[in-house]
């Protein structure tokens, strides 16, 4: 695999996420992100374990969408980025939440995190941050870190949805997806992303040991709407 084709570079991440991290909030309220936030919240309250002393892992937790509510309903929450950006405006919301003795937030890199093996009773990797950076790597220390038992929820950026997203622009592009001729492709910005459908996804996760319980689609058809519609 040529090195292009590992996700990401670090440097580049740390840069791309920095300059939109004042931003990366109002993005959150257009119709298709908050319909995609209820349906992944719908979702994840069935997983997330139900002993309240559990430690989460918010895995490149951004600005905190997650680890904040996790808070507010009784976890204790460690979100680790590699943005200080966006680190800086999530301690700036837990601030106001008053949730800083819940949150923990550490600068760290997913593909060599600095916890020990097993830390961790659920760990959360939500909208993006695998198929931004090196995939492999990324899981592999994800499932490093988690204990025993424990449970790994994780968002990646959707083959198929982004290829139907492409079609009016990039036809080519769009076939070639679908087809699975290529895997890394440009998405908001990021030059270098890994897609996957839901068989690669789950291959990515069973090499590491980690048994799949479930799949599901998010954001299939929403992104083909206006960007602003519903405002
Ligand atoms: C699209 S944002 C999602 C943030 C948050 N999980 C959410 O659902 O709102 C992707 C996040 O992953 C982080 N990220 C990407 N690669 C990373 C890496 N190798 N280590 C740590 N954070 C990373 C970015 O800095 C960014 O904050």
Redesign the pocket.
Known sequence: MKNQEK??P?KS??T???NI?PH?DNW?EILQERVYGDV?WEHLKKYIPENKNSLIL?????????AIPLAKIGYKVIL????K??LRQAESKIRKERLSDRIKLI?????DLSFSDQTFNFV??????IS???SQ??VSELRRVLKKGGKLWA?VIGRYPLALAKVGTNPEGALKLSKCEINYTSY?GIQNSRVFNAQELQNLFQQNGIEVIRVYGNRIVSPLLEKNFGR
């Open positions: 996700g990401e670090t991440i740390k791309f996420f920095d991290s990366f959150t992944t918010d895995a490149g937790g951004g600005t905190g969408r997650w680790c980025d590699i943005s950006g966006m600068e760290e890199d997913l593909t959360l990797c939500e909208d993006g941050p931004i950076s090196d790597k990324v968002s908001k």
